[in-house]
């Protein structure tokens, strides 16, 4: 089952308020295998420019190509992720924009891309009754591992996989880029507990979060397939996700 929730957008660096009922959201995903669609978290003039000044600063460096999985974790980089990713041994094509040490961003990404992880770690750290520091490792030693991901037009897409429920819990997914304007096709699926499927491209866009078990099987459907694939383009479909390494 899809939920949605809706909110008034908030500037990427306020801080963010958690639900009253945020246990009851989490209770939902957890036991029934719920798929939430928060709307409107957060401003999308701002989310456009941070993306673009996301994109432009790492056109300028060199980038890898490689199997998604066995990233250095302390690092931040470019990389273009295809084949069969090492973890989910699942086909993937998509870029992969790894922010795992904020300190050493230029300042003009440096203030909006920590805003915007900071309430994301918000939201997940609320949802998981857990207290893991944005930054650094954490009490089990794992950490953060902060990406922005890119899935270009003419094939980006992520097949089927799932991840360990521990200690990842639940996932969130942020949409950064507009449907109808930087891409037409392509989103999230899941699949329910009782095998129904769930497709949120009438649902997810720009600003909006998706909040799952991290457990369920899930996918990304290919974007605007029938589009010449330029690797080199910045439009496609965009999206933050972070997990627990």
């Known amino acids: 089952m899809l939920k949605t929730l809706h909110n008034t957008p908030i500037p990427i660096t306020a801080t963010l308020t958690l639900p009253a009922d945020i246990n009851t959201?989490?209770?939902?995903?957890?036991?029934?295998?719920?798929?939430?669609?928060?709307?409107?978290?957060?401003?999308?003039?701002e989310i456009d420019s941070l993306r673009t000044r996301i994109f432009r600063h790492f056109a300028a460096q060199p980038?890898?190509?490689?199997?998604?999985g066995g990233e250095n974790w302390k690092a931040n980089y470019h990389g273009i992720e295809k084949g069969v990713s090492l973890g989910?041994?699942?086909l993937h094509y998509f870029h992969s924009y790894v922010f795992d040490d904020l300190d050493a961003l230029p300042q003009s990404l440096h203030g909006d891309v920590?805003?915007?992880?900071?309430?994301?770690?918000?939201?997940?750290?609320?949802?998981?009754?857990?207290?893991?520091?944005?930054?650094?490792?954490?009490?089990?030693?794992?950490?953060?591992?902060?990406q922005v991901v890119q899935y270009p037009r003419g094939g980006g897409m992520f097949a089927a996989h799932t991840h360990p429920l521990e200690p990842f819990r639940m996932s969130l997914i942020l949409g950064l880029s507009k449907r109808g304007?930087?891409?037409?096709?392509?989103?999230?699926?899941?699949?329910?507990?009782?095998?129904?499927i769930i497709d949120t491209a009438g649902t997810h866009d720009i600003g909006d979060l998706l909040i799952f078990r991290v457990d369920q099987k899930h996918w990304v459907t290919p974007c605007d397939l029938k589009h010449p694939l330029d690797p080199a383009a910045q439009d496609g479909r965009w999206v933050a996700i972070m997990g627990v390494y």
């Open 114 to 146: 920590k805003g915007l992880f900071t309430n994301l770690t918000t939201i997940y750290n609320g949802l998981t009754q857990s207290s893991r520091p944005l930054i650094g490792p954490h009490h089990d030693g794992r950490r953060f591992h902060l």
């Open 181 to 196: 304007r930087d891409f037409n096709e392509g989103a999230a699926g899941f699949e329910s507990p009782d095998g129904t």
């Open 25 to 45: 959201i989490a209770a939902d995903i957890m036991q029934n295998g719920t798929v939430y669609c928060a709307k409107n978290c957060f401003a999308p003039t």
């Open 88 to 90: 989910q041994k699942s």
């Open 63 to 68: 980038h890898t190509v490689k199997n998604y």
